[in-house]
Nanobody
């Protein structure tokens, strides 16, 4: 079992930055690749970023590449998402998730999800 709790969301002006954290409980965290997804009102949940078990490999959606950075600290059971140069279109609820198998960009590849944290970017 893995429980995930996101934090760090909020309201920020366009061009600003936020750092999201996802704290995990359970001994399996360090053996799981992790991902961040987001969901805007009326839209499907979409992939944002993925990180391997060791943190040595990361992947990003084209829409956030060069602006967002995913990282993890296994000793602290935490995964982060540093978001810079935020745009109004980044407004969404952001979720972290633990990947079980399958494609890293697919929602169905993840079996544990946090409750989400709201990010709102004003223009």
């Amino acid at each position: 079992q893995v429980q995930l709790v996101e934090s760090g969301g909020g309201l920020v002006q366009a061009g600003g930055s936020l750092r999201l954290s996802c704290a995990a409980s359970g001994r399996t965290f360090s053996s799981r690749p992790m991902g961040w997804f987001r969901q805007a009102p009326g839209k499907a949940r979409e992939f944002v970023a993925h990180i391997s078990v060791t943190g040595g490999s990361t992947s990003y959606a084209d829409s956030v590449k060069g602006r967002f950075t995913i990282s993890r600290h296994n000793a602290k059971n935490t995964v982060y998402l540093q978001m810079n140069s935020l745009k109004p279109e980044d407004t969404a609820v952001y979720y972290c998730a633990a990947r079980l198998n399958g494609d890293y960009y697919a929602v169905t590849s993840y079996d544990y999800w946090g409750q989400g944290t709201q990010v709102t970017v004003s223009s």
